[in-house]
């Protein structure tokens, strides 16, 4: 399997993961819902780099790599790449809190997390598969 048909599979599995966000967050469970919001952005970032010929780093946060990859992605994209690097940055510092809670102060993830927690998270992981969406769709090759 190409890298471009690898790419091509994240957004389904990355949408699929939002959906499950999205129930997860539509029954209360806002934890969890921030922390599948984190993995869809993950997905689909990995498959921006994978679309442009980058090699994924086995990495959470991905943003430092679309930054150097920016001349590799149509202007429309490497537009956008701050704001999406931003949203992979503070989701991933999220990723374990979200799951595990605060180990120092023994608290469990569900007290850590409010619904507007997950709405941010939500929201934000919509913004970047859509932006994932409209790159797959325009696709012609590295920059």
Do not use: C
């Not at 780099?49 to 780093?57: F, I, M, T, Y």
């Amino acid at each position: 399997m190409s890298g471009e048909e690898i790419a091509r599979s994240h957004i389904g599995l990355a949408a699929e993961i939002l959906r499950e966000a999205r129930s997860l967050g539509g029954r209360g469970l806002w934890h969890l819902a921030v922390r599948r919001a984190q993995e869809a952005v993950e997905l689909a970032l990995k498959g921006a780099l994978r679309l442009a010929g980058v090699e994924v780093p086995h990495v959470h946060d991905v943003g430092i790599f679309l930054k150097e990859a920016g001349g590799r992605f149509p202007e429309s994209f490497a537009q956008e790449i701050e704001r999406l690097a931003s949203i992979s940055r503070r989701l991933r510092a999220e990723r374990e809190l979200s799951l595990y809670g605060d180990e120092e102060t023994e608290t469990p993830p569900e007290r850590l997390y409010s619904e507007e927690d997950a709405r941010v998270a939500l929201a934000d992981a919509e913004e970047v598969l859509g932006r994932y969406r409209e790159l797959l769709d325009g696709w012609n090759g590295p920059g």
